[in-house]
């Protein structure tokens, strides 16, 4: 075939094909009820904890020991008040439940410094380190839930689920048309079924 008559589109990359934007999923998922509140039960615990930490951080730290962590705790504390406001308030919490995991990390990480040296409160810091084992296996476990949760589905894909009827007109328009339908009297059907439609012939 000669380069004229060679089709246009060849050499052409295939475009991919996507589809409708109404046919995509949201990003937010579908989380079964006892997750969805688990999560909202993590998120006030870190509005509580939060506060906790920020009040009475000097505290805290003297409890485990760590007298010169006192400003590091308050700033958890900080951190625990954003990320139980972002889970309170978010549609989808899971990026919010994963921040709380890794906060969970930074926590042990900065606890287990007590138990290095002449501490003489390290059974505190033993304490402290069990809750937040605690804390933080529930934490992974509502990550992974929410994170395991089939995607909800875009907002106008429900909506049009909604309005369909099955009809290529509405209702009103479409009663009674099939009425006055008669099928073509030459019709050949399968042989068990000739009898049939010579009857109602």
Known sequence: MSDAMAPRDQGRAPVPYSLPRYLTSDPRRRPDPATRELAHGLGWFSIGLGLTEVACGGAIARWLGMPRVAPVIQAYGVRELLQGAGILGSRDPTPWISARVAGDALDIATVLRGLVGHNPRKDNVLIALLAL?????????????????????????????????????????MRGVARDFKPPPDIIGPEAMRPWTLINA
Request: with cysteine; proline share 7%; net charge positive.
């Open 133 to 173: 084992a605690g804390v933080t296996a529930v934490d992974v476990i509502c990550a992974h839930n929410l994170s395991g949760a089939p995607l909800a589905p875009s907002q106008k894909v429900r909506q049009d689920y909604r309005r369909r009827s099955g009809f290529r007109r509405p209702a009103e328009a």
